[in-house]
């Protein structure tokens, strides 16, 4: 039989039994837990709230006002609610900034996914050449295991050629926190970008140095929260931002998207080998418009044939170690449709051939392995006689 809880013994214990199950749209965290409620009195059935913002300008405040109205008038004797917003002060934003941070007296800031006890996947999706569909797959992939139930972010580090906001149907900018940075949602997916922080369509000029600090903050100045899955959308090739993540990352597994075209293939196969000098585990190969459906049924190699399975192959044998062939995507005009209008194909048509074969890379993704580094493993040691 089920514990139930005891009522709420007053009006005022109701209400704040119900403000604690209002989360903060961003942060997904209760506001009681935030520091975000002030305060509240309640009269005549009537509920006023102070609501303390992280910023003046909240572009969320609306969903909070509707949240808290929903969870409030659905206690008896409730009629009405008003929110009253104000705006943390210095001091509350630092208290919220340490409290997110989890605690402690300095509270700086760290890489969480490069942490010992971190649980959270990290998949760096490269290719050799530009092209190949990367960005696609990585939104698609990014969308496929948030509708799973997962908690997922992606870091768009591709700083030169950034697109992901724009396939993930991200208009929002992040929202700052003293030096902590939120970043925005679509599609159940936080996504940072540098396009977030740039005017209209500038070109980004940067060399290494800048580049290694970008993906530096984007990794430990922005609040993730506990991810399950977090997607880095690498530049082509292997240059700074794939040495950064190396340093930065070493426990990212790297993801290797090419097109079946042998030319293509054989850059695929150097973007993968950087693994060899950075010590970090291939987790497979994504095949990209592997094909074409023609209305009569038959397909149409566009691009050839192999080049995915050919990767795989030479990646294993340099390796050392098995590097699969995770999925061939077809090529299908609604894959490049459903990116440019920001609703990813395994959601806006997930019948299609290329969502399913999508799907089914995520649901290889999805699975996690768990280590056995410092977890007792339940043996008894028998003293000999």
């Known amino acids: 039989m089920g514990i139930m ?25 209760p ?3 935030l520091g975000m409620v002030k305060g ?18 909240c572009p969320l405040r609306d969903k909070l006002n509707n949240d808290i109205t929903a969870a409030l008038t659905a206690i008896p004797g409730i009629t009405s609610v008003t929110v009253d917003f104000g705006v943390m002060d210095e001091e509350q934003r630092k208290a919220l900034q340490t ?23 990290v998949y760096a999706v490269a290719s050799g050449k530009g092209g190949v569909g990367k960005s696609s797959v990585t939104v698609n992939l990014a969308a496929a295991l948030a509708k799973r139930g997962l908690s997922v972010g992606v870091i768009d580090a591709d700083i030169y050629g950034h697109s ?62 506990d991810l399950d899955v977090l997607l880095l959308d690498l530049p082509p090739g292997t240059g700074d931002v794939a040495i950064s993540l190396a340093q930065l990352l070493p ?17 695929a196969e150097r973007a993968g080998a950087i693994a060899m000098q950075t010590h970090q585990r291939l987790v497979g190969v994504v095949e990209n418009m592997s094909w074409l459906e023609l209305p009569d049924g038959s397909r149409m190699e566009v691009f050839g044939e192999g080049g995915g399975q050919k990767v795989a192959d030479s990646l294993t044998t340099t390796v050392g170690a098995s590097v699969p062939l995770l999925g061939q995507i077809p090529l299908d005009t609604r894959v490049r449709e459903a990116g440019d209008a920001g609703d990813p194909i395994v959601l806006a048509a997930p019948d299609a051939p290329a969502a399913q074969a999508l799907d089914a890379v995520a649901n290889k993704l ?20």
């Open 5 to 29: 809880s005891a009522p709420a013994s007053t009006v005022e214990d109701a209400i704040q039994a119900a403000l604690a199950t209002v989360d903060d749209p961003e942060i997904r965290r």
């Open 251 to 267: 426990n990212a597994e790297i993801l290797v998207v090419t097109t079946p075209q042998t030319a293509a293939a054989e850059v």
């Open 31 to 33: 506001i009681t837990d």
């Open 99 to 121: 409290t997110l941070r989890g605690g402690g007296a300095a509270a700086e800031p760290v890489i969480p996914f490069a942490q010992p006890g971190s649980r959270t996947r």
């Open 164 to 225: 992901v906001p724009r396939m993930l149907g991200v208009d929002g900018r992040p929202t700052r926190v003293e030096d902590m940075i939120m970043p925005p949602q679509s599609h159940g997916v936080k996504v940072i970008s540098i396009g977030m922080f740039t005017a209209g369509n500038a070109a980004v000029v940067w060399r290494g140095p800048m580049l290694h600090r970008a993906l530096q903050q984007f990794l430990a100045d922005v609040y993730w929260g």
């Open 366 to 385: 999805a699975v996690r392995r768990e280590s056995l580094v410092g977890k007792p493993l339940g043996l008894m040691v028998n003293a000999r006689r």
């Open 40 to 57: 509240f009195t309640v009269a005549e059935g009537t509920v006023r709230v102070e609501l303390l913002l992280t910023v003046a300008g």
